[in-house]
């Protein structure tokens, strides 16, 4: 028997797997927390220089009405005053003695904390920057010793050093420190995205394994919405980091909860260990295992041997242009999410009412992927894409006396893009075949952190141009959405399991509409070598 078949017998979804899912679930909601906190914590209150002759009250100061939270200030909050020179000149003088910082929404933000403001603004948007590199190194890191170790040892590890790490972070003493912690809470989140991701689908059949995924991202929605709440009560940067980060030592049960893979487990010559844990499952499912099992590992390990490399993603010409195509599709993906979703400060609206929706709009977003999904991933893609481009196209056409509008039209582009972001991860994995597909899915995801680190760099542009941000949000996903149009249909299928497969795309037999189940035959053996791909999936973070 292979894994699969033995998988069946227990209970593809059971009660089993569906326990499993809810503690997969808690941490997404943390990586939420520890994902978007640095729109409130990094946050740039209203302000001006100390000796400025607006009257202050301690650390306290009226502010003209025309100034806003949530806009760019002048350059006059980065000057003191104008000097006259001899010859009828006039010199703008720095701020010099520090600025005075406005508390009517934030009692306190790293900002504040360590002036990071005026010549020393980049520096806000760097540190996200460095925090999404931490991403992109965790996601090498821990999913190469989840192969090694084990995926219930490595997210045990990675929660425990994200819950240390964030706590430190609250008490960081000087701007330095805390960017190194973030960086390293940002390999942790790869980490438990990872094995969490990996152990939950080893666990499940293949026709439970999407909606399984979507029920992840769900708790990811939660996580978001929540963590406008918690800082809108919350309004000093050390004990929010503090309140996002301590719940992780609740996870310490986990210790006893969580069962490892039996995928890997059988991988790795742990026979009895793996079958012990299979018959348990069996039992939890309402199920009885054959007292006799013999799995072959073959099955388990089908396409060790393989010599592929992610050079022949590029070396025929058809796989070339459609690996080209995956890698800026999902570049874009994660450049657009993440500029909308950390560039929310600047849209002229309630911070936390603003955040709160932007989360909440994840879950329609997921769910109607589920329903369009099935009749045609091309389109499906191309429009999400088309969605977010135009909506954030169409916010430069707002005046910017109607930040609700302009609100709005964030939303749908929010909207548009998460729905790309949870077609990429299933289309990609159809498109590339079975003896590239770990490769080529890692690689993809290695683009698509270089485009979450870009996207506090481009939202530092607002500062110069306000406009060059949504521009660049708005033009990148329509090329890619016509893009995604030279891309092959994948809905109904059969996977491709070679490179040749691939090559000769549109002269494989189409699915077979009036008998559904010879098209499943027919892909039965791209489904049999299924078990492949799941160490491919610890880069889909």
Known sequence: ??????????????????????????????????????????????????????????????????????????????????????????????????????????????VTEWDLVCNNAGLNSLSSSIY???????????????????????????????????????????????????????????????????????????????????????????????????????????????????????????????????????????????????????????????????????????????????????????????????????????????????GVSKLGTNLYLTQFVFGLIEVPARSLVLLVLPFSRRLSQSGFLATGGLACLLMLAVPADHPNVVTGLAMVGKFGITASFAVIYVYTAEIFPTVLRQTGIGVSCMFARIGGVLAPIINMLHDHSPTMPLVIFGVSPLLGAVLSLALPETADRPLPDTVEDAENWDMRSPPNKENPEMSEATSQSANSTEQQELRRLANLA
């Open 1 to 110: 028997m292979n894994f699969d078949q033995i998988l069946s017998a227990v209970g593809g979804f059971g009660k089993f797997q569906k326990i499993l899912y809810i503690w997969i679930c808690l941490p997404q909601i943390l990586l939420a927390f520890h994902m978007m906190v640095s729109v409130f914590t990094g946050s740039t209150p209203p302000h001006h220089c100390r000796e400025s002759s607006i009257s202050v009250a301690g650390n306290q100061s009226h502010f003209p009405g025309t100034l806003s939270l949530n806009f760019s200030l002048s350059d006059g909050s980065c000057f003191s005053s104008d000097d006259l020179l001899e010859s009828n000149r006039t010199e703008r003088v720095p701020c010099t003695q520090g600025w005075v910082y406005s508390q009517d929404t934030f009692q306190s933000t790293t």
């Open 132 to 342: 999404m590199f931490g991403l992109l190194v965790g996601s090498v890191l821990f999913g190469a010793m989840a192969d090694r170790y084990g995926r219930r040892f490595i997210l045990l590890l990675s929660i425990a050093l994200q819950t240390g790490f964030g706590v430190a972070a609250a008490f960081a003493p000087t701007f330095s420190i805390y960017v190194v912690l973030r960086f390293l809470v940002g390999t942790t989140v790869s980490g438990v995205i990872i094995n969490a991701f990996v152990l939950g689908t080893e666990w499940t059949c293949t026709k439970r394994r999407m909606l399984a995924g979507i029920f992840t991202d769900y708790a990811f929605g939660l996580g978001y919405m929540l963590i406008a709440g918690i800082a809108y009560f919350i309004r000093d940067w050390r004990k929010l980091q503090l309140a996002i980060s301590a719940p992780g030592f609740l996870l310490i049960f986990y210790i006893w909860v969580l069962p490892q893979s039996a995928r890997w487990l059988l991988a790795n010559d742990r026979m009895e260990e793996a079958i012990a844990l299979l018959r348990k499952a069996a039992l939890v499912n309402g199920r009885v295992l054959p007292p006799a099992v013999h799995v072959d590992k073959c099955q388990i390990l089908d396409g060790g041997k393989q010599s592929y490399s992610a050079v022949d993603l590029v070396r025929t010409p058809q796989m070339r242009k459609r690996t080209i195509i995956l890698f800026y599709i999902w570049f874009v993906n994660v450049l657009v999410y993440y500029g909308l979703s950390l």
